[in-house]
């Protein structure tokens, strides 16, 4: 059974620093894309960032320059480091992997069949 379970998450003030990590148990194939979704209050789950099994990446424009996605094989793990945050960052960030080989062009849920339950991130202004 494929499980994702995120960390970190919290309140920070616009232009601070925040770092969410994402534990990855029971995925067993070697091709996968996996990265991070977000969902603002009254808005729908958009694709921040996402990385692929050969560390491929793929930014969403409002965040290009500010946040990193990394992951660590050997642990089974994505790290989202978000830099330079602003109040439209606020919302639920969710992991999410695919079987994909490559991570679709405009990755949408459907897509991915395993989620992590979420963290939250809010940032005041």
């Known amino acids: 059974q494929v499980q994702l379970v995120e960390s970190g998450g919290g309140s920070m003030q616009a232009g601070g620093t925040l770092r969410l990590s994402c534990g990855i148990t029971g995925y067993k194939y070697p091709n996968y894309c996996a990265g991070w979704f977000r969902q603002a209050p009254g808005k729908e789950r958009e694709g921040v960032t996402f990385i692929d099994s050969d560390s491929s990446t793929d930014y969403v424009n409002s965040v290009k320059g500010r946040f990193t996605i990394s992951q660590d094989k050997g642990k089974n793990s994505l790290t989202l480091q978000m830099n330079s945050l602003k109040p439209e960052d606020t919302g639920m960030y969710y992991c999410?992997?695919?079987?994909?080989?490559?991570?679709?062009?405009?990755?949408?849920?459907?897509?991915?069949?395993?989620w992590g339950q979420g963290t939250q991130v809010t940032v005041s202004a």
């Open positions: 999410a992997l695919t079987p994909l080989p490559r991570c679709p062009t405009s990755p949408t849920q459907i897509q991915f069949p395993w």
